[in-house]
């Protein structure tokens, strides 16, 4: 009943028209911002942050969070679309993409935004009722064992890609090694910088994912001999009964998944997509659909961003430590209007706390109303022929990685990664797990480091901290696990063999005979 009393106290501040009016403006800013590709809610919250000195203290903070999590959406549509992801949406590229090669877009935005809906309610929920004990959680992690949930996650890149298990590793390695590029934060040595400027302080994620998925994209749709707009057909925006039961268990799992991620620091939307498509490729009853553009892989990863963009924010508010940049920017968006977040937050500024969960609720039923309807008036405005399509999104690449440091050598690196990302087309490589290593490369750096120090140069601390011992015995089970099925697979016998009877190729027929057949 407390619960219960607290969330109405909080929608009794949440419901006000000036709050109402602040969380609508910010919901509409964050689905922009996740339009434009390389913006992101970092960006526009920096950008916004002086704007809090002249709002009241709920208003400002609820814009903001509204932005945070209306960009998760917004970076849903961009990818489905045009296959330019935000670091939050990499996942929306394999198989919401596909959905719209197959004429599903409408499909395929409007699974996004009930399961962004789906894991927002159930991630808020989680946010009010489990905060204070929840936070305790990441207070467990350390070193090791974020070491040991990199490593993890590595080992779900056999479930995440489309390829062969080893070539997700190796690309998985390449990303790992990108990520080492530029200045070694701990020595301030300069790592395969190969004497350019412009690497020393790395290759920035906007220009490897736009590069890598939309650059490469456009490249290989003008390599056709024909080109056209994916966004052709009857526009299908409603799901019928059996896609709509294949979407909740898939935006449920997700919504789990990245309920729990989003406590984790260096977590959230970036890392809880993975985990949200790994599971689904390993429980969903269509797994062998999954990245050929099953329904799927377009609810679980939106409902996991939705619900991590949530519950990211009980690090700060119940302990007072932001998990990722965003938070770090709401927390000055706290400490300038007076507010200290940590545990003494609830208790001292009740209408505040309570109003911020309450309205990430109703933002979330705003982004609802406002995205669902406007998807069939985005598709009209889309169907264009391709070749006035692509210089329009090239633009927008150009600069989405422009704005990031207002320097033009981004728009040369991804140029560069646009050229990779298509060798990696040709030679059927799936860029997601580069990505996923590229992300993570220096996540598990940083820890190893700091978990050498602390254990003066001893590895045994791995195995000696209970909750990393733990998760490397399930990375060792899950190793073995795929070796035997290997194995397994490689004794049995194939599904073509002589015992099936010969095919007889039916009699060749010319040209001419099939003109005079027509006539």
């Known amino acids: ?43 526009t919250i920096s950008l916004l942050l002086p704007l809090t000195y002249s709002l009241p203290t709920d208003g400002a903070l609820i814009v903001l969070a509204g932005i945070y999590y209306g960009a998760q959406y917004g970076d849903n549509v961009s990818a489905i679309t045009m296959r330019m992801p935000h670091a939050s949406s990499i996942i929306a590229c394999i198989d919401g993409y596909e959905m719209t090669l197959k004429g599903k877009t409408g499909l395929a935005l409007f699974t996004a935004g009930i399961s962004s809906f789906i894991g927002g309610t159930i991630a808020t929920i989680v946010l009010a009722s489990l905060a204070p004990p929840l936070s305790q959680v990441a207070l467990m992690f350390g070193p090791t064992e974020y070491c040991a949930l990199v490593l993890l996650g590595f080992l779900c890149v056999s479930l995440v890609t489309t390829g062969s298990v080893l070539d997700g590793l190796s690309m998985c390695l390449v990303g790992v090694l990108l990520g080492l590029v530029g200045t070694d934060v701990n020595t301030g040595t300069l790592r395969f910088t190969m004497g350019l400027p412009s690497l020393y302080d790395g290759i920035a994620l906007v220009s490897l994912s736009l590069g890598c998925f939309g650059i490469a994209e456009i490249t290989k749709n003008l390599d056709k001999d024909r080109q056209t707009s994916p966004f052709r057909g009857e526009i299908k925006l409603i799901p019928n009964w059996t896609e709509f039961k294949r979407i909740i268990p898939s935006a449920l799992r997700g919504s789990a998944a990245g309920s729990l991620l989003g406590l984790l620091p260096g977590g959230g939307p970036v890392i809880a997509q993975f985990a949200a498509y790994a599971i689904d490729k390993k429980f969903s009853k269509y797994r062998d659909e999954i990245s050929q553009g099953a329904i799927e892989g377009v609810a679980g ?76 008036y985005w598709l009209t405005v889309f169907k264009i022929p391709y070749s006035a399509l692509f210089p329009s999104i090239l633009f927008f690449c150009c600069v989405g990685t422009y704005s990031v440091n207002n320097s033009l050598d981004d728009i040369y690196t991804t140029a560069f990664f646009g050229v990779l990302g298509y060798i990696f087309f040709r030679l059927s490589l799936d860029p997601a797990p580069l990505m996923l290593g590229f992300i993570l490369g220096p996540i598990l750096e940083e820890n190893f480091r700091r978990a050498m120090l ?66």
Request: charged content about 10%; hydrophobic content about 50%; glycine content about 10%.
């Open 454 to 519: 602390l254990s003066h140069g001893s590895f045994m601390t791995f195995v000696e901290h209970p909750i990393s011992g733990a998760i490397l015995g399930i990375v060792a089970m899950i190793f073995a696990w795929q070796i035997v099925s290997g194995l397994l697979a490689r004794r049995r016998p194939d599904k073509g063999s002589s015992h099936e009877p010969e095919r007889i190729a039916p009699p060749a027929v010319s040209p001419a005979e099939t003109y005079q057949a027509r006539g």
């Open 301 to 376: 990863q939106a409902a996991a961003d939705e619900a991590a963009a949530r519950t990211s924010f009980i690090p700060l508010m119940s302990i007072g430590i932001p998990e990722n940049a965003v938070m770090a920017l709401m927390m000055a968006a706290f400490i300038i209007n007076g507010i200290k977040p940590g545990p003494t937050m609830i208790a001292d500024h009740p209408d505040l706390f309570w109003g911020l969960v309450a309205s990430m609720w109703i933002g979330n039923l705003f982004l609802v109303v406002l995205n669902v309807p406007l998807v069939r």
């Open 1 to 43: 009943m407390d619960i219960l009393s607290n969330l109405s106290f909080g929608f009794s501040h949440a419901l006000t028209l000036n709050n109402l009016l602040f969380c609508a403006a910010g919901c509409t800013i964050g689905t922009l911002v996740g339009l434009l590709p390389g913006l992101g809610p970092l960006a």
